[in-house]
C-alpha cells in the first residue's frame, strides 16, 4: 500500500524556520518524483514545490522562492522542505504528493501537516 | 496558465448528473487533471491525462476535452460524491490549479 506521511508542522513567529518531512513506504521512492502542495485554511490548493526522482531538477513557485528548499533522501525514502523566512502567509495545511516520471499529476497524497504562522 | 472552474457550487440532487468545467487561459493539450476533496481529507487523483481514470476510480465519473476547455461529468451523484473538485495543468510550469467546484446537495 502507497502511503506519503508528513511531519514537522507547527506554530511558528514570522521570519522563523520549519523543516517538513515525508516518509514514503509502499512503492520505489527513488523512480518517482515528489511536490509540495498547500492548502490555507478554506482555500483551494496552491502547488509549492517539485523535485525530481534524484533531486537534479527542482522547480518553485515564485511565492515561496528563495525562501523554500525542496530536498529528497532516497536512501531513506524522504522528502523534505525547508521553510525559511516564514511568513502569516505560509499558514496553510501542507501536502506531500506524488508524481509519476512522465506527469507531473499528482497520483498518491499524504493526510497533510498544518503550519502555522503567527506572531 | 490561469485555471478557471465553474460553477464555483453546483446543487445537485443525488442520482442526477453533475457538469463541471476547467478552461485554461492557454492550450495545455490534454494535460490536465482532476481531484476530489472531502472535508477533512486529502485530495485524491479522479482524472488524468483529461479523460484517464485512476485506478479505482468508478465509471460514474468521466473527464473530456483539450487544450483550452475540459469537463468533469459524474453521470449519477451519489452520497459520496458531494465534495470539492478541483482541475490542475501539469503542461506548464509553474503547476496550477483551478479555483474548485464545491459539490453540494440538492
Known amino acids: 500500500e502507497v502511503q506519503l506521511v508528513e511531519s514537522g508542522g507547527g506554530l511558528v513567529k514570522p521570519g522563523e524556520s520549519l523543516r517538513l518531512s515525508c516518509a514514503v513506504s509502499?512503492?520505489?521512492?527513488?523512480?518517482?518524483?515528489m511536490n509540495w502542495v498547500r492548502q490555507a485554511p478554506g482555500k483551494g490548493l496552491e502547488w509549492v514545490s517539485s523535485?525530481?526522482?534524484?533531486?537534479?531538477?527542482?522547480y518553485y513557485a515564485d511565492s515561496v522562492k528563495g525562501r523554500f528548499t525542496i530536498s529528497r533522501d532516497n536512501a531513506k525514502n524522504l522528502l523534505f522542505l525547508q521553510m525559511d523566512s516564514l511568513r502569516a502567509e505560509d499558514t496553510a495545511m501542507y501536502y506531500c504528493a506524488r508524481s509519476v516520471v512522465t506527469a507531473w499529476l499528482l497520483d498518491s497524497w499524504g493526510q497533510g501537516t498544518l503550519v502555522t504562522v503567527s506572531s | 496558465v490561469m485555471m478557471t472552474q465553474s460553477p464555483a457550487t453546483l446543487s445537485v440532487s443525488p442520482g442526477e448528473r453533475a457538469t463541471l468545467s476547467c478552461r485554461p487561459s492557454q492550450s495545455i493539450s490534454i494535460n490536465l487533471a482532476w481531484y476530489q476533496q472531502k472535508p477533512g481529507q486529502a485530495p485524491r487523483l479522479l482524472i488524468y491525462?483529461?479523460?484517464t481514470r485512476a485506478t479505482g476510480i468508478p465509471a460514474r465519473f468521466s473527464g473530456s476535452g483539450s487544450g483550452t476547455e475540459f469537463t468533469l461529468t459524474i453521470s449519477s451523484l451519489q452520497s459520496e460524491d458531494f465534495a470539492i473538485y478541483y482541475c490542475q495543468q501539469y503542461n506548464y510550469w509553474p503547476l496550477t490549479f483551478g479555483g474548485g467546484t464545491k459539490v453540494e446537495i440538492k
Open positions: 491525462g483529461a479523460s
Open positions: 523535485i525530481s526522482t534524484i533531486g537534479s531538477n527542482v
Open positions: 509502499g512503492f520505489t521512492f527513488s523512480t518517482y518524483s
